[in-house]
């Protein structure tokens, strides 16, 4: 199984080599990286040649980026101002795009597979100016991520905008180029990990992990929340590929949250039932996506 941390766990603190280190030291495979300009500058060249070295030094592999959310936060932040592909005002729209796009030519420094998209912000409702808006948006974004060799997975969220349903109806009028970023927690949220799962299956590239209680978006440790994991991981050994599983965490007030041990030993015990489910061989799991 390969082992995937997203350094969302650690988005109120600067991306470091130390923490890479850390990291790799725990276990880990590779990391997906969050793309909050005060955890990562990935419009600076230092810091992407500084993040090549670490993860040439660590062994790591960069999975994927996961596009930013907002700009303007600072360490401790808990929020800043909204970057959405699906604004419907032409000239924020336009500027979401570029930020994205600055995200996206990371790779052209430090390759990495997939960039994780939010279709929306918030509790967006669903509208049909606002996919509109997506569609022209991911027109151009899938188009110039491919040339990159990024491919974009959107991610289910929870709102109408971004839920199971609504984003397999998107792609399929749109007819774009794109996969999917399941997240369980999220999936927990809406209509839970069966049906969410079977909507989204046949473009699922990647995942998110994490629990919760049903209620809100806790990003808790697997096996911490309500989430049948007996069940999610049936469903996951049930596709062709196997699915590389990535650790998405909270990150809590003041820094707390999983220990470097503890998400170890979580991955221990999904790899464990993983494996007790047919999930796939460990020769399958260590191939690299």
Same mark, same amino acid.
């Given at each position: 199984?390969?082992?995937?941390?997203?350094?969302?766990?650690?988005?109120?603190?600067?991306?470091?080599?130390?923490?890479?280190?850390?990291?790799?030291?725990?276990?880990?495979?590779?990391?997906?990286?969050?793309?909050?300009?005060?955890?990562?500058?990935?419009?600076?060249?230092?810091?992407?040649?500084?993040?090549?070295?670490?993860?040439?030094?660590?062994?790591?592999?960069?999975?994927?980026?996961?596009?930013?959310?907002?700009?303007?936060?600072?360490?401790?932040?808990?929020?800043?101002?909204?970057?959405?592909?699906?604004?419907?005002?032409?000239?924020?729209?336009?500027?979401?795009?570029?930020?994205?796009?600055?995200?996206?030519?990371?790779?052209?420094?430090?390759?990495?597979?997939?960039?994780?998209?939010?279709?929306?912000?918030?509790?967006?409702?669903?509208?049909?100016?606002?996919?509109?808006?997506?569609?022209?948006?991911?027109?151009?974004?899938?188009?110039?991520?491919?040339?990159?060799?990024?491919?974009?997975?959107?991610?289910?969220?929870?709102?109408?905008?971004?839920?199971?349903?609504?984003?397999?109806?998107?792609?399929?009028?749109?007819?774009?180029? %794109?996969?999917?970023?399941?997240? @369980?927690?999220?999936?927990?949220?809406? #209509? *839970? $990990? !069966?049906?969410?799962? =079977?909507?989204?299956?046949?473009?699922?590239?990647?995942?998110?992990?994490?629990?919760?209680?049903?209620?809100?978006?806790?990003?808790? %440790?697997?096996?911490?929340?309500? @989430?049948?994991?007996?069940?999610?991981? #049936? *469903? $996951? !050994?049930?596709?062709? =590929?196997?699915?590389?599983?990535?650790?998405?965490?909270?990150?809590?007030?003041?820094?707390?949250?999983?220990?470097?041990?503890?998400?170890?030993?979580?991955?221990?015990?999904?790899?464990?039932?993983?494996?007790?489910? *047919?999930? !796939?061989?460990?020769?399958?799991?260590?191939?690299?996506?």
């Amino acid at each position: 199984m390969r082992r995937i941390l997203s350094t969302y766990r650690y988005v109120h603190q600067p991306l470091s080599r130390e923490m890479l280190q850390g990291i790799a030291q725990a276990g880990i495979h590779g990391v997906e990286i969050f793309c909050a300009s005060s955890h990562f500058s990935y419009r600076s060249m230092e810091a992407l040649r500084e993040l090549a070295g670490a993860l040439e030094e660590t062994g790591l592999t960069l999975h994927s980026l996961h596009s930013p959310t907002e700009r303007n936060s600072s360490p401790g932040r808990e929020s800043g101002i909204p970057i959405s592909i699906s604004e419907t005002e032409r000239v924020r729209r336009v500027d979401a795009v570029d930020e994205v796009k600055r995200a996206i030519d990371v790779a052209e420094t430090v390759p990495f597979r997939y960039l994780v998209q939010h279709l929306g912000t918030g509790r967006q409702e669903a509208d049909a100016r606002r996919y509109d808006a997506a569609f022209s948006s991911l027109e151009h974004l899938s188009l110039f991520a491919k040339q990159r060799g990024v491919t974009i997975a959107v991610e289910n969220t929870p709102n109408e905008l971004g839920a199971p349903a609504s984003l397999v109806q998107f792609v399929k009028e749109t007819r774009l180029d %794109l996969k999917f970023c399941f997240d @369980i927690g999220h999936a927990h949220l809406d #209509a *839970g $990990f !069966a049906e969410s799962f =079977e909507l989204m299956r046949s473009r699922v590239a990647t995942t998110h992990i994490h629990d919760n209680h049903g209620e809100k978006d806790e990003h808790l %440790l697997p096996y911490a929340g309500t @989430i049948d994991w007996d069940a999610a991981l #049936a *469903g $996951f !050994a049930s596709v062709p =590929e196997p699915l590389p599983l990535v650790l998405e965490l909270k990150e809590q007030a003041g820094g707390a949250g999983p220990s470097l041990g503890q998400i170890r030993e979580t991955f221990d015990k999904l790899e464990e039932h993983a494996e007790k489910k *047919g999930m !796939a061989s460990p020769e399958a799991w260590n191939r690299p996506r």
